[in-house]
């Protein structure tokens, strides 16, 4: 069976998100300084978590569950100066410079070259497409697809649209949880490109016998590895 479509996923595959994300953390403990470090480490993932179902993912979501968790945790009155802070830092995330990964504007101009390429990708609408512009990018690809959960569904129906369906495609991403494991659900290959940085509600186990799953150290090694499957 030959492979049509390749789909990538955007953040800590095409280019650095986490890091920003843990920088903003660190700077949002260290703003609360009455309380102990661990406990705002477990109380902002807890609130993080309640929160997904209804801010989804990205910048102002994250924002959201800072000021909630500081909000929680100085019984409804945290600093003012932190609140300030938090929200600075919230608007430093949504206009910070856009960086690409090593080898990646290489291995995606090869890709093209074959394949339909599809971004798909979580997060905020006008951030995530910012940073497509920003990245140089969007001309590589034959569609863009911004959703609000990737789950076995997202993949039939997004490379069904846009590609010859899921048996067909590859989706590679850093996250085994949402690039991995619901595109192999859905009958697609699966490439696991792992970023220094994992966020906790990202992590699931490697399906590690699974035939159409592959673990890959760089973007740059993607090409050869769909080119060998194609033929």
């Not at 996923?9 to 994300?21: C, G, K, V």
């Not at 300084?33 to 807890?46: F, G, P, W």
């Not at 990018?137 to 039939?156: C, N, P, Q």
């Amino acid at each position: 069976m030959s492979i049509t479509t390749v789909g990538l996923d955007a953040d800590d595959t095409l280019w650095h998100n986490e890091t920003i994300f843990r920088l903003t953390h660190d700077r949002f403990v260290d703003l609360l300084t009455d309380h102990d470090n661990d406990l705002i480490e477990a109380r902002l993932a807890e609130v993080e978590r309640r929160n997904l179902r209804l801010y989804g993912y990205g910048v102002k979501g994250f924002t959201l569950s800072m000021l909630e968790t500081a909000m929680e945790l100085c019984d409804g009155a945290p600093p003012p100066r932190a609140i300030r802070e938090i929200l600075a830092a919230g608007r430093e995330m949504l206009t910070h410079p856009v960086e690409t990964l090593p080898g990646v504007d290489e291995a995606l101009a090869a890709l093209s070259e074959r394949y339909r390429l599809i971004l798909i990708t979580k997060g905020d609408l006008m951030d995530q497409e910012r940073k497509l512009a920003a990245s140089g990018l969007g001309d590589l690809f034959a569609a863009v697809e911004i959703v609000s959960e990737k789950d076995r569904g997202t993949y039939d129906r997004v490379f069904a649209r846009h590609g010859t369906g899921a048996g067909e495609a590859v989706m590679a991403g850093n996250s085994m949880k949402s690039d991995v494991l619901p595109a192999l659900e859905a009958g697609a290959f699966a490439v696991h490109i792992p970023y220094a940085i994992t966020w906790a509600h990202e992590l699931a186990d490697a399906p590690e016998n699974h035939a159409r799953f592959g673990a890959l150290e760089s973007v740059a090694d993607l090409p050869a590895w769909v080119e060998q499957r194609s033929t």
